[in-house]
Nanobody, 122 residues
Framework: QVQVVESGGGLVQPGGSLRLSCVASGSIFRINAMAWYRQAPGKERELVATITRDGTTNYADSVRGRFTISGDDPKNSVYLQMSSLKLEDTAVYYC????????????????WGKGTLVTVSS
């Protein structure tokens, strides 16, 4: 009923930039929050950035100043603009959208995409 799909991953050189996109589709009544996570090989999944309905953003210390999260609620979309990329940014990036469907107005549930791979390498 609700599908979340990421796109924009790929191979980029250190110091380069990349923009990730995530769009949700289906019976969406309201999106409460959106977030990006990432998981590097052999490591736990970590929170990268969040944005709430009022536009408040938060970032992991490792990406603050380099990454920017933004949302477009009418389009059910969230974006992650990544700049000054480092080797340690290599990971599968996952999008999570916390939303309420038309079929139930409470509670809000988390919907995850399948991930998009970002590889930073020279």
């Amino acid at each position: 009923q609700v599908q979340v799909v990421e796109s924009g991953g790929g191979l980029v050189q250190p110091g380069g930039s990349l923009r990730l996109s995530c769009v949700a589709s289906g019976s969406i009544f309201r999106i409460n929050a959106m977030a990006w996570y990432r998981q590097a090989p052999g490591k736990e999944r970590e929170l990268v950035a969040t944005i709430t309905r009022d536009g408040t953003t938060n970032y992991a210390d490792s990406v603050r100043g380099r990454f920017t999260i933004s949302g477009d609620d009418p389009k059910n979309s969230v974006y992650l603009q990544m700049s000054s990329l480092k080797l340690e940014d290599t990971a599968v990036y996952y999008c999570k959208q916390t939303l309420i469907t038309w079929y139930q107005h409470a509670p809000a549930l988390d919907y995850w995409g399948k991930g998009t791979l970002v590889t930073v390498s020279s």
